[in-house]
């Protein structure tokens, strides 16, 4: 199967452990990613592996007992160890602190410990099945001290280490959730809400089981993800996962609901802010993006964004002396019954002492999802976006996938939609740093460039550079490309980059369209600049009419007096240069005077017969009037609009032009 089938997959590498067996047990801990093997009760050896090398441990511990649970604090400084219902054990791995174990009983009565968490390098909390018990550690004194109690009947808990929330399953059926946030020492209760069951029993019983409850952080929210299972009938389509959005303030609520369209057993990861659901027997995953919802909806329905699939293979390199080097690693069973899922994107194989990080892959979902306007608002929401996104833009438009103007322009819309909000909030963020720090205001932070920026140089150079150079394809294709972008840019009130305006002129000219290009300047379809005008002066072997516009934008441009002096210079027109200062109140002696060579213009000009065009009428002001060549406003064509004259009467229309065109007063 090819590799565009699989756009999800293992990485590449893993954190390696040894496997769980009757001596070695392991454990997982959420907060800090970390994964124990523990041997004999630790008599033998407890081996700590992290994400990263350097988070690794390796100690060895007194066996006093079969352990529960093992955790170490916020940076590795305090090990937790618990061995009985009643009490949890304490070492320090603080640098200079005796490394001696010190104990702390649960002081609820008759309660039993549960398990407990890590709130911060020095605060943790006892859940019991009667109360929480929120303490704070003295490695130095060996000691704890209780900050607060609640008494709470739980059956079973979960915490999200990044929210510091701990979620509560309370009463007889377990779906009244309680939820408890941990801040700065303190321990506050959020308000409880409930799940709704499928099916109410009767009399009475624990329905809502732990395994089928989970929390994550997605899109910056914090959710419940809720497991419902239903019998797959004509009413039902199956499973489902329910969504409960669980905000600082008020109650959780009902927000999403996830079409699974099957039955049989479930586990689920966030990967990028997608909720991935992986289903055994099927050995496939589902994604979902709740982002791509109905508007203004109470609860909105999902079903996959993507057609089922399965992980990628991966196979697990063969290790010890007896290994021969030419042996084929040996491919890993998928979505085994062995496998833990924790959140939000790890997997774990404790059979074979593996665990992995699940990633997705962006590049075999362009042909999966036919809807480019669709497609774009989800890789427009994924981390390493930009080339996959500049690739579909290239696809859409080149060979056989060629789209229609309507669908490049959904396309272009998004992706500038995006553009200008990080544009708007570069400059909310500078205008605030200029006006400095005020009483009562926030601090600032920097917008991050994301990779759904994709600015006006990323798509000039991966995409429409590379298209108008295409010889399959049409030169009016390329140009209403162009002018879509453009337009999509204008739209969103983002200046367009003289660049693409460079890049519409040479491909005008290239085929000879010097009535559109006219046309374009004429109605300001193509904004003014220096560079344009630059542009247009080097076309006028070309396009004669060309050297006339390049004035007339330099002239509306209102900041390139120098240039058209250097302009009207260069074609030995001195009086024309003179009479324009004197109009626009400049002085001639920085632009002429004390120049040999303009003063030798000056001597060859004024031998020219002048009386024609001193006689003219005051011109009137006009943007882009070219009576002596070029396309009129009346519609003709380029080319027959040249007019042919002695050299004479050309110098005097050219004056002429000139005149009318810089609206100077002679």
């Known amino acids: 199967m090819s590799e565009e089938h699989f756009y999800l997959e293992l990485c590449e590498d893993p954190v390696q452990f040894e496997h769980a067996s009757s001596v070695n047990n392991v454990f997982f801990d959420e907060a800090n990613k970390q994964v124990f093997a523990v041997r004999s009760g630790g008599a033998t050896g407890v081996v700590v592996k992290g994400p990263e090398d350097k988070s690794s441990v390796a100690f060895r511990m007194d066996d006093k007992g079969e352990v529960k649970c093992i955790k170490f604090s916020i940076g590795n400084k305090i090990l937790a160890v618990q061995r009985t219902l009643k009490s949890v054990d304490f070492i320090n791995f603080i640098p200079d602190y005796p490394h001696i174990e010190f104990t702390q ?9 549960l398990g407990f968490c890590w709130t911060s390098w020095n605060e943790i909390v006892f859940i019991t099945d009667q109360s929480i018990e929120f303490y704070q550690v003295f490695p130095d004194k060996r000691s704890l001290k209780q900050l607060k109690s609640q008494s709470i009947n739980v059956n079973w808990y979960q915490y999200c ?4 929330v701990l979620l509560l399953s309370t009463t007889v059926q377990g779906n009244v959730l309680q939820p408890l946030l941990f801040k700065s020492g303190t321990m506050s209760k959020m308000s409880k809400f409930e799940i709704e069951l499928p099916v109410v029993p009767k009399p009475a019983k624990l329905s809502l089981s732990e395994r089928d409850v989970s929390m994550a952080t997605i899109y910056g929210q914090l959710f419940v993800m809720y497991l419902k299972h239903h019998s797959r009938t004509a009413s039902s389509a199956g499973a489902e996962v329910v969504l409960y959005h669980l905000p600082k303030e008020g109650a959780g609520k009902k927000t999403h609901v996830l079409k699974l369209n099957t039955t049989g057993k479930f586990a689920l990861n966030i990967v990028d802010n997608l909720v991935v659901v992986h289903h055994q027997s099927s050995q496939t995953s589902l994604i979902f993006d709740i982002k791509l919802k109905e508007p203004d909806c109470a609860v909105n329905t999902h079903q996959p964004v993507l057609p089922a699939r399965s992980i990628h293979p991966y196979r697990i390199p063969l290790a010890g002396p007896a290994v021969v080097p030419s042996q084929p690693p040996v491919p890993c069973q998928l979505y085994s019954s062995s496998w833990s899922v924790f959140q939000p994107d790890i997997i774990i194989s404790a059979s074979e002492g593996y665990l992995w990080y699940l990633q997705v892959k962006l590049s075999p979902t362009v042909n999966l999802l036919q809807d480019k306007g669709k497609l774009m608002d989800f890789l427009l929401r994924r981390r390493d976006c930009k080339m996959v996104i500049l690739s579909v833009c290239s696809q859409i438009l080149a060979g056989g996938e060629r789209g229609s103007l309507p669908v490049v322009a959904v396309v272009f819309d998004k992706l500038n939609q995006v553009y200008k909000e990080y544009l708007e909030a570069e400059q909310t963020y500078s205008a605030a740093m200029e006006a400095g720090p ?4 926030a601090a600032h932070k920097r917008p991050i460039r994301t990779q759904a920026v994709v600015d006006q140089s990323d798509m000039y150079t991966h995409v429409l550079s590379p298209f108008t150079e295409g010889k399959d394809v049409s030169h009016k294709m390329v140009i209403a490309v162009l002018m879509e972008y453009i337009r999509s840019l204008n739209q969103v009130q983002i200046s367009v980059q003289h660049y693409l305006y460079e890049l519409v002129i040479k491909t005008l000219v290239q085929h000879g369209l010097f009535y559109m290009l006219h046309q374009f300047l004429q109605y300001h ?24 516009l390049s004035l007339d934008m330099l002239k509306r441009l209102s900041t390139a007096n120098d240039e058209i002096v250097e302009v009207l210079l260069s074609k030995q027109q001195v009086l024309g240069a003179l009479r324009f ?44 009037s070219t009576p002596c060549s070029g396309p009129s406003s009346r519609g003709t064509s380029g080319s027959e609009g040249v007019q042919h004259s002695t050299p004479e009467s050309t110098a005097r229309s050219m004056w002429a032009t000139s005149r009318s065109c810089l609206g100077t007063r002679l």
């Open 161 to 164: 280490p990044e929210t510091s």
């Open 525 to 548: 379809v193509l904004s003014d600049s220096k560079p344009l005008a630059c542009l247009l002066l080097s076309l006028e072997s070309t396009y004669p009419p060309a050297h006339q």
């Open 105 to 113: 009983e649960c002081k609820t009565k008759n309660a039993s410990v």
């Open 581 to 624: 200062l004197r109009g626009v109140g400049a002085s001639t002696k920085d632009s002429l005077i004390g120049s040999p060579e303009g003063t030798t213009v000056v001597a060859m000009t004024t031998r020219l017969p002048g009386s024609s065009w001193t006689r003219r009428s005051r011109p009137e002001t006009r943007c882009c």
């Open 438 to 441: 005020s009483r009562g205001s």
